[in-house]
């Protein structure tokens, strides 16, 4: 079974400069993730999807961050404009159905803005 | 706020001998905790987990404890393998959202 794919695994960019996140979910996987890892942290979820309905967007700086997950299979997460403290890893995850589930993990995207 | 601690920020601990990995956390309304391990350049990795409604859960060398009167949460290794030498998360929820400890960094010695 694939496992969650994302990309690209690492982007430098300017800070002001626009960004965008791709991943791809394990196949029939209804729930996704995104969380941001700022180094020394722990993963901190930003967005939560039941197939392609927000469930939870609490925690994303909806200013600057946004995500779409069309016809409830791929993400896109984006930030404009980054700051310098959107450096972090983003860290995309699905579950089956989300409730007390497992969540499965990417390898994650590092972003590093200068 | 932090609601997930985890007070040690790394480890170590000689193959062969248990690693106990130790977490605490905040809000009463927890009732479902895991643990996740990550190597470098790569996702967290789900390890294991423990309902509230449990205090201990086993899945060969990894044991999971929880003491619900002090809001703390363990997990055992053993015996520890160098293999095992990773950043492990200590993460807990109440609905859909997993709230992570910061992460202890456990070194297997040979």
């Known amino acids: 079974e694939a496992g969650v794919a994302q990309s690209p695994r690492y982007k430098i960019i300017e800070k002001r400069q626009s960004v965008a996140f791709w991943c791809n979910p394990i196949?029939?996987?209804?729930?996704l993730y995104w969380y941001q890892q700022i180094l020394g942290q722990g993963p901190k979820l930003l967005i939560q999807?039941?197939?392609?309905?927000?469930?939870?967007d609490s925690q994303l700086p909806k200013d600057r961050f946004s995500a779409e997950r069309l016809k409830g299979v791929d993400s896109t997460l984006k930030i404009q404009p980054a700051k310098l403290e959107d450096s972090a890893v983003y860290l995309c995850?699905?579950?089956?159905?989300?409730?007390?589930?497992?969540?499965?993990f990417g390898p994650g995207t590092r972003l590093l803005v200068l | 706020d932090q609601q997930v601690k985890q007070n040690s920020p790394s480890l170590s601990v000689q193959e062969g001998r248990i690693s106990i990995l130790n977490c605490d956390y905040t809000n009463s309304m927890f009732d479902y905790f895991l643990w996740y391990k990550k190597y470098p350049a790569e996702g967290p990795t789900f390890l294991i987990s423990i309902s509230s409604i449990k205090d201990k859960n086993e899945d060969g060398r990894f044991t999971v404890f929880l003491n619900k009167s002090a809001k703390h949460l363990s997990l055992h290794i053993v015996p520890s393998q160098p293999g095992d030498s990773a950043v492990y998360f200590c993460a807990a929820s109440f609905g859909y959202a997993l709230n992570f400890g910061k992460g202890t960094s456990l070194l297997v010695t040979p």
């Open positions: 999807f039941q197939n392609n309905g927000v469930v939870d």
């Open positions: 995850a699905s579950s089956f159905a989300g409730f007390k589930e497992t969540q499965y």
């Open positions: 196949s029939g996987h209804a729930t």
